[in-house]
């Protein structure tokens, strides 16, 4: 079975850091690019970031360009979000999805902003 | 980047109703077209790949047509479960994209 399970959210001070991790199981993790999406409270989804299989391409949203890094450990199965800076805007559930068309989502972490 | 235009923003129907979604994109995307369905405190869940086919253990009564720029979604024959918001994204460029959701809702 497929299955995306993310971790690290919580409650951060604006312009603090955190790290959310993707622990992933049930297909072959390297040869699948990967996606960061958020959900702001009662909003849309937003695609914030993504990574090539072998962790060599990424791509970012305008809004998080410059704050956030997405990388990879294919030896554990696991994506990874370093968020720097962080705004009260970033605050939001945010899910792993694998590509190929976001055939597997995660559960969501929420991540609030806040002083 | 290319804007995904949803609509309606939401609708009101009952059960055995037809709906029909709709996605337009600002530029050709080809099928690069997905849509999901996600329910209140739930991740999103995938409905339809490729803009017409039909993920794994959903239902028939959900069909996705259009390429390029338009693209439409339908329910043929509403059920209780169906009732959730829709979202169209698409998967020809980064940025990926989404549309706005449609919230379907009893009437």
């Known amino acids: 079975e497929v299955q995306l399970l993310e971790s690290g959210g919580g409650l951060v001070q604006p312009g603090g850091s955190l790290r959310l991790s993707c622990a992933a199981s049930?297909?072959?993790?390297?040869?699948?690019?990967m996606s960061w999406v958020r959900q702001a409270p009662g909003r849309g989804l937003e695609w914030v970031s993504a990574i090539g299989g072998s962790g060599g391409t990424t791509y970012y949203a305008d809004s998080v360009k410059g704050r956030f890094t997405v990388s990879r450990d294919n030896s554990k199965n696991t994506l990874y979000l370093q968020m720097n800076s962080l705004r009260a805007e970033d605050t939001a559930v945010y899910y792993c999805?694998?590509?190929?068309?976001?055939?597997?989502w995660g559960q969501g972490t929420l991540v609030t902003v806040s002083s | 980047d290319i804007q995904m235009t949803q609509s309606p923003s939401s609708l009101s129907a009952s059960v055995g109703d037809r709906v029909t979604i709709t996605c337009r994109a600002s530029q050709g995307i080809r099928n690069d077209l997905g849509w999901y369905q996600q329910k209140p405190g739930k991740a999103p869940k995938r409905l339809i790949y490729?803009?017409?086919t039909l993920q794994s253990g959903v239902p028939p009564r959900f069909t996705g047509s259009g390429s390029g720029t338009e693209f439409t979604l339908t329910i043929s024959s509403l059920q209780p479960e169906d009732f959730a918001t829709y979202f169209c994204q698409q998967h020809n460029t980064f940025p990926r994209t989404f549309g706005q959701g449609t919230q379907v809702q009893v009437k």
């Open positions: 999805a694998a590509e190929g068309y976001f055939f597997a």
């Open positions: 049930g297909f072959t993790f390297s040869t699948y690019a």
């Open positions: 490729a803009a017409s």
